[in-house]
C-alpha cells in the first residue's frame, strides 16, 4: 500500500542548528509529496513541495529534494529559528488520481531553543 | 478574515450526544475534505467531497457522516459520539485544477468525548 514514514520525535535543537527531519514513502505508481507544517494552535500549511524524481522544493530556508532511488523526502534546514518550532509533516499523493487525497506521516515535533 | 474556518473551535461532549463540526471556506474551491488527527498517527482522512452531489468515503468513515450544503460549506456529524472520536479535527479546501492541488486547512475543532 502506500504510506509515509517519518522519523519520530520530539527533535530539539538550539537556535542556528541544521535541521534534518527524515521521510521516506512506499507508493505504488509516482507521488507528488509534500511538506506541511503546523504551528502551535493553527491548521497545516503547505511549506514546500515536489512533484517528480530529483526536483527540490523550498521555502523560507527550508528545502527538500524527492529521490526516487531511496523513496525519500527529508527535509533540512541549515540554520533553525526558534519561530521554526512546529509539527511537521511529510505528505505523499499519487499523480494522476482523481482523488487528490494526501497519505500523511505521522508528524515530527521541532521544538527549537534559544 | 481566515479562507477556512471551522466551529466550534473547541467542544466537550458527553458519550451518545450528536455532535455536528461546521466548515465554511471563502476560496472558491469545489473539493473539501474532513481529517482527524491523533497524536502518534498523523491525520486521517474521514470524507471528501468534489463538489455539492459528490460525497465520498475516507479511510476511517465509521461512526461519521457528512453533509455539503452548498460549495462553500462541509459539515461532519458524530450521531452518537464516542470516546475514541476524541481528536482533532480538520478541514481542508482544494481546487480541481492540476495533478497536485495545494490543500489549505482550517485552524481545527478539538472534540473531547467524556
Known amino acids: 500500500g502506500n504510506s509515509v514514514t517519518q522519523m519520530e520525535g520530539p527533535v530539539t535543537l538550539s537556535e542556528e542548528a541544521f535541521l534534518t527531519i527524515n521521510c521516506t514513502y512506499t507508493?505504488?505508481?509516482?507521488?507528488?509529496l509534500f511538506w506541511y507544517v503546523q504551528y502551535p494552535g493553527e491548521g497545516l500549511q503547505l511549506l514546500l513541495k515536489?512533484?517528480?524524481?530529483?526536483d527540490k522544493g523550498s521555502n523560507k530556508g527550508f528545502e527538500a529534494t524527492y529521490r526516487k532511488e531511496t523513496t525519500s523526502f527529508h527535509l533540512e534546514k541549515g540554520s533553525v529559528q526558534v519561530s521554526d518550532s512546529a509539527v511537521y509533516f511529510c505528505a505523499l499523493r499519487l499523480y494522476g488520481g482523481a482523488t487528490n487525497k494526501l497519505i500523511f506521516g505521522t508528524g515530527t515535533l521541532l521544538a527549537v531553543q534559544p | 478574515d481566515a479562507d477556512v474556518t471551522q466551529t466550534p473551535r473547541n467542544r466537550i461532549t458527553k458519550t451518545g450526544k450528536r455532535i455536528m463540526l461546521e466548515c465554511s471556506q471563502t476560496k472558491g474551491h469545489d473539493r473539501m475534505y474532513w481529517y482527524r488527527q491523533d497524536p502518534g498517527l498523523g491525520l486521517r482522512l474521514i470524507y471528501y467531497s468534489f463538489d455539492v452531489k459528490d460525497i465520498n468515503k475516507g479511510e476511517i468513515s465509521d461512526g461519521y457522516s457528512v453533509s455539503r450544503q452548498a460549495q462553500a460549506k462541509f459539515s461532519l456529524s458524530l450521531e452518537s459520539a464516542i470516546p475514541n472520536q476524541t481528536a482533532l479535527y480538520f478541514c481542508?479546501?482544494?481546487?480541481?485544477?492540476?495533478?497536485?492541488?495545494?490543500?489549505?486547512f482550517g485552524p481545527g475543532t478539538r472534540l473531547t468525548v467524556l
Open positions: 507508493a505504488t505508481g509516482y507521488p507528488s
Open positions: 515536489a512533484t517528480k524524481a530529483d
Open positions: 481542508a479546501t482544494s481546487d480541481s485544477g492540476g495533478n497536485y492541488n495545494e490543500q489549505f
